[in-house]
Every structure is written in structure tokens, then in C-alpha cells.
């Protein structure tokens, strides 16, 4: 069954080639297609181009095949291309003549793309909960070990006495960073196609505010060329967004992979959280950080697929962007993974006190001992020259006594500054309204 279909069947090899991933990668839009197809019923049957006893047949077989998804029961079998010809036979099959008339003034082009940009409106949606809710993790570890210090690297070096406190809400602000890039994507996202037909629109008077307001769009995307040219944006606009917090992930990990180490020892993991050696007993791998590092740097290139994959293409459909799903669903599903492993991990690690206490760590003090004499007059750049003389001829002393007091530094974190933000992303983002909030 093709929604295409002619009378002539398409040589086997051809037609396993061109249907591709699409039967499996499909499942995760058949909500989306059938959400976006009520609509249409309902917009066909107001300007009179089905009956109200045709509209409510579809709108209850279009139920049906939603319960099933709800209950994992619905599946697109080897006979379909994708899940729109599925859906377009199983309401042909029950109800006739009203199921053929489902795709009146709407093209595949159109039904793809719609039920493509609510899955990735969806998407940004409970992803952006989910970075929130570990943004919320490290402002508590940030709180619980506001007066653990550690030291502070430049080039792989002990540098200045920093904190856990400073470290964890470093990344807390960083992933609210990361949201602005998901808030972009779903803006592109949340914009509907659904009457743009196959570019160029319908001499039927389709009503495609009342399909916007019926699918919860926040706006027409109103050019019918325009409209098919989301196809590839919005998927450019969510890659960056992913990529953008696969860095900062990845950052994460690379740090505690090098802070769990025997030469740092500044984390220490539960050992059901680490894996062992074949060969030496000792050992206990964060393998768990490792594998998020690498995972988040495979994400990082998925703009450049996105790109390769859209690159020096006119307007219009193009057959290339069926790729985008198989490059895009799975890097999707593997993003939320790794926060849900995230944020099932980081709560879980015990920080070392006294660390920075070690006598190695005396030097990272220098600015501290510059600073002193400084307050007793002394010119920077010759208290400078003092301290590194001391260091050089064994005479240095470090002053470990020192505080802060500026916003965002060791002693004046400005935990409730960060917190604030996170409320007000929650509070004034259309992203986060709660209804993605468990």
C-alpha cells in the first residue's frame, strides 16, 4: 500500500532502497501524523469538503490508532512504506470512502513535514525539562559543597584555589546557556505547514489558522514555499542546539574522569558504578564519564551531517532530506540518554575534603601571598617579581588564609543568582509551562 500508488508495483530492489529506515524511524512520528490528521478531518469537514458523519469517523479511527501507540500495540508492517500509508489503509479499510478523502488538499510533502516539526517541538520541549532538572542536581551538589576547595587548572596545571561549589554551578549556568539554543529550535519548530501542500498551496479553501490552533502551532508558517523550506532548517536549528550541550557534557565528563584519578583524588564514585580490569585488581574505571565523553563528541558532529546531508539544495522537496531522519532520530534519543544518565550518576559521587590542604598545592596560593603585599603598598609588578622569587629560591610561604568577596567567586558563589535563572526559565519560557514537568 502507497499512498502513491498508480497501478504499477516498483521493481523490489528499488523500493527497499527508497523506503530505507523509514518503517522503524517512523514510530516515533505515528502520534504526531495522527494528531496533525485530526486536525485535517476537522478543517476538511469545516469548509465542507467532508460530511460531520465523515469527520467523525475519522476522528474515532484516528483515536484508535493513538490508543494503540499509547499501548505499544501499533506497528507498520513490511506491506506499508511508512507510517502515513499505514495510517491512510487503516482508515480506508474501516470506514471507506471517508479514508480516502483524508489527504484531500494535503500532500505527503505537507503531512511529513507537519508531523515532523511537532515531534521536534515535542522534543525541545522534554529534552529542555530534563537539562533543566540537571541543572537543578548541580546547584545542589554546588550548595552542599560550597566550602570544598580543589584546585584550579590552566594548561593541565594547578593554577588558584577553586571550589566544588564554583565548579558544579559553573556547568548549572552553562546548561541554561545551552537551553537558549533548544528554545531557538523549538521556535523554528513550532511553526505549521500543514496546507502548503507540496510547496505551492491549494485551490481548496483549507483553513490553516484553525489546523495551527487545533495542533497547538504558535504560528502559520504562512509562504507555501517557504514552509517546505523548514524541511532540513529545523533539523539544522535542533543539531546545533544538541551539539552545543553535547560540549558541555562532554566538558563534564572529561572533568571527573581526570578528578576520580589516583593522581587528583578529588571525587571518589561508588564502586557499583565503576567497572574493573581483566587483569589488575585495583582498579575501578569511571567508565560511566568516559563513555559520556565520547558519546557527546559524536554529538558534536552532527550539525556537520546535517549540513552535508541539505548542502546546495534549491527550494522545494528533495528526496535527499528522507536521510535526516535516520541522521537525526538516533543522535536525539542518544542526547536524552545521556542526561537521563547524568542525572542518575551525579548524585551519587562523594567529593574528597581537604584535598587542596596537600602540601603540593602550596604554590596555587602565590597570587594570594601577591595580593597581601599589595595591600601593604607594594606596586603590583614588583610584588609579582617577590612572589616568584620565593617560589624559585624555596623561601615562598603560601597564604592560605584569603576571601573572597565578588560575585561568582569562591567565597560569594551567587547560587541564588543561578537558581533565579533557572526559575525564570521555568517560569517565562513557552518551553517550560509544566505540562513536560513529572
Known amino acids: 500500500m502507497k499512498i502513491w500508488e498508480k497501478g504499477f508495483s516498483v521493481n523490489d530492489t528499488i523500493e527497499k532502497f527508497t523506503v530505507g529506515q523509514d518503517r522503524a524511524l517512523d514510530m516515533h512520528l505515528a502520534p504526531f501524523d495522527m494528531r496533525a490528521s485530526k486536525a485535517q478531518a476537522n478543517m476538511l469537514a469545516k469548509v465542507g469538503l467532508i460530511s460531520e458523519t ?99 587548572y590552566t ?140 558519546h557527546a563528541n559524536r554529538l558534536q558532529a552532527l550539525p556537520n551531517d546535517i549540513i552535508l546531508a541539505t548542502s546546495n539544495l534549491p527550494s522545494g522537496y528533495h528526496r535527499d532530506f528522507q536521510l535526516l531522519k535516520e541522521l537525526l532520530f538516533g543522535p536525539m534519543l542518544a542526547f536524552g540518554d545521556l542526561l537521563d544518565i547524568l542525572l542518575f550518576a551525579l548524585p551519587e559521587i562523594k567529593i574528597k575534603e581537604g584535598v587542596i590542604e596537600q602540601a603540593k598545592y602550596d604554590p596555587i596560593f602565590s597570587v594570594e601571598n601577591i595580593n597581601q603585599l599589595i595591600i601593604a603598598g607594594v606596586p603590583f609588578r614588583d610584588a609579582y617579581q617577590q612572589v616568584g622569587r620565593a617560589v624559585e629560591d624555596g623561601s615562598y610561604v603560601p597564604h592560605r588564609e584569603f576571601q573572597t568577596t565578588h560575585l561568582g567567586s569562591i567565597h560569594n558563589l551567587g547560587l541564588a543568582e543561578i537558581a533565579a535563572k533557572v526559575r525564570r526559565w521555568r517560569e517565562g519560557s513557552e518551553l517550560f509551562l509544566g505540562k513536560h514537568e513529572e
Open 54 to 152: 465523515e469527520r467523525q469517523q475519522l476522528i474515532a479511527g484516528l483515536d484508535e490508532l493513538l490508543a494503540q501507540v499509547e499501548a505499544g500495540t501499533f506497528r507498520i508492517e513490511d506491506d506499508f512504506e511508512d507510517v502515513h500509508s499505514k495510517i491512510e489503509y487503516y482508515l480506508t479499510d474501516k470506514f471507506g470512502d471517508a479514508g480516502k478523502k483524508i489527504h484531500t488538499a494535503r500532500s505527503r510533502n505537507d503531512q511529513v513535514l507537519t508531523a515532523i516539526q511537532l515531534f521536534l517541538k515535542d522534543y525541545t520541549e522534554r529534552i529542555s525539562v530534563k537539562i533543566l532538572a540537571l541543572a537543578d542536581v548541580l546547584l545542589q551538589k554546588a550548595e552542599a559543597h560550597k566550602n570544598d576547595l580543589l584546585p584550579g
Open 155 to 294: 594548561h593541565f596545571q594547578a593554577a588558584m584555589p577553586s571550589s566544588f561549589g564554583l565548579w558544579f554551578s559553573a556547568y548549572a549556568e552553562h546548561l541554561l546557556l545551552d537551553l537558549a539554543l533548544f528554545e531557538a529550535a523549538h521556535r523554528v519548530a513550532d511553526q505549521n505547514p500543514l496546507g502548503s501542500g507540496a510547496g505551492f498551496g491549494s485551490s481548496f479553501p483549507i483553513d490553516r489558522e484553525m489546523t495551527t490552533r487545533e495542533m497547538g502551532f504558535g504560528s502559520v508558517a504562512v509562504s507555501s514555499v517557504g514552509a517546505q523550506m523548514l524541511r532540513g532548517k529545523t533539523e539544522k536549528t535542533l543539531a546545533f542546539a544538541i551539539a552545543g550541550a553535547a560540549g558541555t557534557l562532554g566538558k563534564l565528563a572529561y572533568d571527573l574522569v581526570l578528578y576520580n584519578s589516583q593522581d587528583l583524588g578529588f571525587v571518589n564514585l561508588p564502586k557499583e558504578f565503576t567497572t574493573g580490569s581483566s587483569i589488575m585488581p585495583h582498579k575501578k574505571n569511571p567508565d560511566v564519564f568516559e563513555l559520556v565523553r565520547v
